[in-house]
């Protein structure tokens, strides 16, 4: 009889950013296969999570919420069960041995991007799991490097799972008006979608937007409590949406004129996968080495410390042979169908 792995599911009462969206796309793919474990979603007890899942099924248990409830009611009742303790997005436990996934390693190599209680548990937590858990998921050859580095991780013990993208959002064409309108865009506009981190150099689309006066730079991303922040200096021309709704991004990022990511380090960097899934024009990232990695056609890559630079004409553009690679390239089906084996033992042995 196969042993059943336990998803941590507290992240499902959470706003839907990166390691989020990995985790829901992976559980949405799971659901569609047949995979040779049982899955079952465990989630505190005031979660207002409903399952949705045909296959998979969704247990609440525990009298604890928050990190409590994934370092004691999450481990226990995985041991009780005798099941393999999976965390994808979230804080793994610590007293129990599973498999858990290590996007990046932000927290040491940008610690100001970070208040110091976010910094400590963190680190701490990435340092215990990486050691004592069976396995690692991450997302990049990139950031298996950086755990193998910093967290003395051997690189058998780690799985490389690429992130995906998906049409499940469709723009609407009858709300561009609204949408524009909804964030006082006037006028053609470039995007970039991103917290305020310092990592994330929301700086540099201030630089851009004094360069480039005549179009709009939108900067979509919400902020968070334990997170650092970089303050942008206003202008007639910046525009900050904070955290907005699915479909409201995919009809920006139909209609902007190019996608511009300036951040200083990522795992992966999943935004720019999804502008050229929702045919944006054009696509600017900063020349770091993750980005090389991942993007590697017709991408247009800048210093992302230097002054700006002219939006005017000669930039590559993203083509739909271009933009077919990528989709191919980078399915959740495949990102999904990675991690199943690598639990299932292809990989390592539990």
Known sequence: MSKTVFFNGRFLDQKVSGTQRYAIEVLKAWDKMDLPFDVTILCPPRTGFHNSFSKIKCVKTGRFNGHLWEQISFPLYVLRKNGI???I??????????????????SVRHPESFNWKYRLFYNAIKHITAKKDKGIITDSHFAQSEIETLFKVPSKKICVAYCGTSESIKPDPNKKDMVLKKYGIKREFYLCVGNKAPHKNQIFINKLSNVNKSYDFVIAGGSFKSFGKQETESGDNLIFTGYIPDEDIAVLYENANGFIFPSLYEGFGMPPLEAINYNCKTVFLSDIPVFREVYDREMNFFDPHGDGFELTKGFKTITPSTREYYLNKYTWEKTAKTIADFIAGKTIRP
């Open 89 to 106: 997005s979230g804080a793994p436990p610590v007293f129990c041995r599973g498999i858990s996934a290590i996007f990046d390693a932000t």
């Open 85 to 87: 303790a999976l965390t």
